[in-house]
């Protein structure tokens, strides 16, 4: 059977990922099959925050070997590849242990608090999910969805819209994949100062190379500790499961309560999709192919505006500061180079700019630089500069010369060629990872293997 669970936190606290390993910790006659799922959904929409995530796990009575994926106290959180359905019986009474810890561990009476808990016996269609992660679905469309399983069953609270999430983390088809180690705190601690050495962050990205988004080098910021009062202590995300256990291992912080591993989405880049200016929509993330149709213009604050277009039309780009790396590549960008840009449209204005997430430099146009002001034919001397797009006059000669006198030659640009990221704390949870820039169409099947493997 499956369980699928959203919105039990809100920004005051809680943690929807702690309820799951919450609910785990109180089905000791069940076992995991796989690994529990944290499944992003669509960041563009206007009514969710803290990374719009959903979660959601596959129980039964394993089978064959086991391994574990984490850790509650002294007890270890041990997922089976395969494993047999369990009975009816079985069902309602894990339905209605699960019911009663969401009920317990949400935050009631937050703004925006919406619980919900879905139980099917096989996961729902995967075009559910591709719905939610790349634009708005509504609370009853996830119960049609969830209607189609026999023997489905949910239950939501408040606006009913954590049934989508709980849904959407259930129809996840998990054809691109990285993982998550998150480890928690005691109880005692939760809305105080996390302690995590920073040093051991950067010691453990260096030995686990397979770790991603852990430090930034440009801000000198940790990655891994959330900023809300949540009992996350830290998350420690890969491209391989095998060795995050031993990763966080590694970092020096305070105690841990319990550490278990996820599968998600996240890195992966299924929010976005191929698409034309013509057709753009409020809310999703296109990726766009096309060619630098205005120079670029560095804002106010060094965030920088400029143009792209297509045979459809055309529509501006923004690179904000925060991003670094990609701010810098875009001043240097010139009209005509060939570009294929993707990033998030809001929901607000009717064009709105294209908040970038990443520019992949295709082809660049030829561009002269200036190395020296133009030299006089009466007295072989170089003349002086009238002023920024003014020409040049000779000092002795008197003689006036265009702008387009100047001495220049070929810019290299070649370095700017390939694919172009922010630098990483300004990265959002679903930007891809450089082995996942292609976007999926969102029908493409999974090939069937072991749940265990990367």
């Known amino acids: 059977m499956w369980l ?27 076992d995991v099959l796989g690994y529990p799922r944290l499944v992003r959904l669509n960041p563009n929409v206007p009514f969710k925050t803290r990374g719009n995530a959903a979660l959601g796990v596959e129980l039964g009575h394993g089978r064959g070997p086991a391994k574990s994926i984490g850790v509650f106290g002294d007890r270890k959180l041990l997922s089976h590849a395969r494993g047999s359905d369990l009975s009816p019986k079985e069902m309602e009474e ?38 939610a ?26 606006s009913g819209q954590g049934i989508v999430g709980a849904v959407a983390a259930l129809a996840w088809p998990a054809q691109r994949r ?50 809300t009062p949540c009992p996350i202590l830290f998350g420690i995300r890969a491209q391989r499961p095998d060795r995050l256990l031993a990763a966080a291992d590694k970092l020096r912080s305070e105690p841990r309560e319990r550490t278990v591993v996820f599968e998600s989405n996240q890195g992966t880049g299924d929010h976005i999709l191929p698409a034309k200016i013509g057709e753009l929509e409020a809310g999703t993330s296109p990726s766009i192919t096309g060619t630098v149709s205005a120079e670029p213009k560095v804002l106010p604050g060094g965030h920088v505006r400029f143009c792209v277009s297509d045979d459809t039309g055309e529509i501006p780009c923004l690179s904000f500061e925060p991003g670094k790396s990609l701010p810098r590549i875009a001043r240097n960008l010139t009209e005509g180079d060939r570009v294929r840009v993707w990033g998030s449209l809001p929901w607000e204005g009717v064009v709105p700019p294209l908040k970038l997430e990443g520019i992949e430099i295709l082809q660049l146009q030829p561009v002269e630089k200036k190395v020296a002001n133009p030299v006089c ?12 797009g003014k020409g040049y006059r000779c000092v002795r000669c008197h003689r006036s010369f265009p702008p387009e006198a100047a001495v220049r030659e070929p810019r290299d640009r070649s370095q700017m060629l390939g694919t172009h990221l922010p630098t990483p ?14 976007p999926l169409s969102g029908n493409q099947k999974r090939s069937r293997r072991d749940l265990h493997s990367p």
């Open 4 to 30: 699928g669970l959203d919105d039990t936190d809100s920004a005051g606290g809680g943690c929807t990922t702690w309820v799951l390993t919450e609910i785990l910790r109180n089905l000791p006659s069940v």
């Open 94 to 131: 894990v339905f209605a242990t699960a019911l009663g810890v969401v009920q317990r561990g949400s935050r009631w009476g937050d703004e925006g608090t919406d619980p919900a808990l879905a139980m099917a016996t096989r996961r729902p269609s995967e075009d559910f999910y591709w719905r």
């Open 133 to 158: 992660v790349r634009e708005i679905v509504t609370p009853s469309e996830a119960v049609e969805a969830l209607a189609s399983v026999p023997g489905s069953t949910y239950v939501a609270y408040g």
């Open 178 to 227: 990285t993982w998550e180690v998150i480890t928690y705190r005691e109880r005692s601690r939760w809305g105080t100062p996390r302690k995590v050495e920073s040093t051991s962050v950067q010691e453990m990205e260096t030995e686990f190379p397979e770790t991603f988004l852990s430090w930034d080098g440009d801000t000198r910021r940790v990655l891994v500790t959330p900023h």
């Open 377 to 388: 034919p009466g007295c072989h001397r170089r003349a002086g500069s009238l002023g920024k």
């Open 425 to 438: 704390s300004a990265r959002r949870h679903l930007s891809p990872l450089p082995r996942f820039l292609t």
